[in-house]
Protein backbone atom coordinates (compact mmCIF):
# COMPACT_ATOMS: atom_id res chain seq x y z
CA UNK A 1 0.00 0.00 0.00
CA UNK A 2 1.22 3.43 -1.01
CA UNK A 3 -0.55 6.63 0.42
CA UNK A 4 -0.30 9.97 -0.10
CA UNK A 5 -1.09 12.91 1.95
CA UNK A 6 -2.20 16.35 0.12
CA UNK A 7 -3.51 19.28 1.25
CA UNK A 8 -2.16 21.27 3.01
CA UNK A 9 -0.79 25.00 2.68
CA UNK A 10 -0.15 28.19 4.52
CA UNK A 11 -2.99 29.73 6.54
CA UNK A 12 -3.88 32.52 8.93
CA UNK A 13 -4.88 31.50 12.45
CA UNK A 14 -8.54 30.76 12.91
CA UNK A 15 -8.86 29.29 9.08
CA UNK A 16 -9.35 25.99 7.63
CA UNK A 17 -8.01 23.29 5.93
CA UNK A 18 -8.53 19.97 4.62
CA UNK A 19 -6.27 17.51 3.99
CA UNK A 20 -7.05 14.32 2.23
CA UNK A 21 -5.10 10.84 2.16
CA UNK A 22 -4.91 8.69 -1.02
CA UNK A 23 -4.26 5.57 -1.36
CA UNK A 24 -3.03 2.91 -3.94
CA UNK A 25 -3.90 -0.15 -2.34
CA UNK A 26 -6.84 -1.50 -0.38
CA UNK A 27 -7.83 0.13 2.34
CA UNK A 28 -10.34 -1.99 4.30
CA UNK A 29 -12.82 -0.33 7.10
CA UNK A 30 -11.33 -2.47 9.66
CA UNK A 31 -7.79 -1.42 9.15
CA UNK A 32 -6.53 1.46 11.55
CA UNK A 33 -6.51 4.91 10.21
CA UNK A 34 -4.50 7.58 11.49
CA UNK A 35 -2.67 11.32 11.13
CA UNK A 36 0.23 12.30 13.05
CA UNK A 37 1.81 15.53 12.68
CA UNK A 38 5.60 16.55 13.24
CA UNK A 39 7.76 19.21 14.04
CA UNK A 40 10.98 20.46 14.38
CA UNK A 41 12.86 18.94 17.53
CA UNK A 42 9.93 17.14 18.55
CA UNK A 43 8.89 13.70 17.92
CA UNK A 44 6.04 12.82 15.95
CA UNK A 45 2.39 13.39 17.80
CA UNK A 46 -0.90 11.50 16.91
CA UNK A 47 -3.53 13.82 15.89
CA UNK A 48 -6.21 11.55 15.34
CA UNK A 49 -6.97 7.92 14.68
CA UNK A 50 -9.89 5.51 14.00
CA UNK A 51 -9.53 2.54 14.97
CA UNK A 52 -11.50 0.33 12.61
CA UNK A 53 -14.49 0.41 14.65
CA UNK A 54 -16.34 3.40 14.03
CA UNK A 55 -14.82 5.39 17.25
CA UNK A 56 -12.41 8.09 16.44
CA UNK A 57 -10.07 9.42 19.14
CA UNK A 58 -8.03 12.78 19.30
CA UNK A 59 -5.46 14.59 20.95
CA UNK A 60 -6.94 17.23 23.51
CA UNK A 61 -5.30 20.06 21.69
CA UNK A 62 -7.03 19.67 18.64
CA UNK A 63 -10.36 18.11 20.12
CA UNK A 64 -13.91 20.07 18.76
CA UNK A 65 -11.89 21.56 16.29
CA UNK A 66 -10.38 18.46 13.72
CA UNK A 67 -12.44 15.69 12.09
CA UNK A 68 -11.60 12.41 10.57
CA UNK A 69 -13.51 11.34 7.98
CA UNK A 70 -12.89 7.84 6.27
CA UNK A 71 -14.62 7.21 3.10
CA UNK A 72 -14.93 4.87 0.00
CA UNK A 73 -12.44 5.09 -3.11
CA UNK A 74 -8.76 6.62 -3.79
CA UNK A 75 -9.08 8.90 -1.19
CA UNK A 76 -10.14 6.91 2.06
CA UNK A 77 -9.53 9.14 4.42
CA UNK A 78 -8.92 12.82 5.07
CA UNK A 79 -8.98 15.71 8.17
CA UNK A 80 -11.09 18.52 8.62
CA UNK A 81 -8.93 21.32 10.37
CA UNK A 82 -11.18 24.32 11.79
CA UNK A 83 -10.34 27.42 14.23
CA UNK A 84 -6.42 26.04 12.98
CA UNK A 85 -3.94 27.22 15.64
CA UNK A 86 0.03 28.13 14.98
CA UNK A 87 0.52 25.31 17.69
CA UNK A 88 -1.14 23.25 14.74
CA UNK A 89 1.82 23.67 12.63
CA UNK A 90 3.70 20.99 11.19
CA UNK A 91 4.29 18.14 8.37
CA UNK A 92 1.04 16.31 8.76
CA UNK A 93 1.15 12.24 7.88
CA UNK A 94 -1.65 9.76 7.19
CA UNK A 95 -0.98 6.49 8.47
CA UNK A 96 -2.54 2.65 7.87
CA UNK A 97 -2.01 -0.32 10.19
CA UNK A 98 -3.33 -3.70 8.67
CA UNK A 99 -4.09 -6.30 11.12
CA UNK A 100 -2.45 -10.10 9.73
CA UNK A 101 -3.89 -11.27 12.84
CA UNK A 102 -0.89 -14.37 13.87
CA UNK A 103 1.21 -13.02 10.89
CA UNK A 104 1.67 -9.68 12.90
CA UNK A 105 1.15 -5.95 11.95
CA UNK A 106 1.61 -3.98 8.50
CA UNK A 107 2.04 -0.35 8.58
CA UNK A 108 2.15 2.49 5.92
CA UNK A 109 3.10 5.88 5.77
CA UNK A 110 2.31 8.53 3.57
CA UNK A 111 5.42 11.44 2.31
CA UNK A 112 3.56 13.93 4.68
CA UNK A 113 2.18 17.50 3.69
CA UNK A 114 3.47 20.99 5.46
CA UNK A 115 0.28 23.11 7.32
CA UNK A 116 1.52 26.14 8.56
CA UNK A 117 -0.67 28.61 10.44
CA UNK A 118 0.21 32.06 11.20
CA UNK A 119 -0.69 34.24 13.76
Known amino acids: VQLQASGGGLVQAGDSLRLSCAARGSIFRSNTVAWFRQTPGKQRELVAR???????EYVDSVKGRFTLYRDNGENFMSLQMDSLKPGDTGVYYC??????????????WGQGTQVTVSS
Open 50 to 56: ENGDGNT
Open 95 to 108: YVRKNRGPWGTNEY
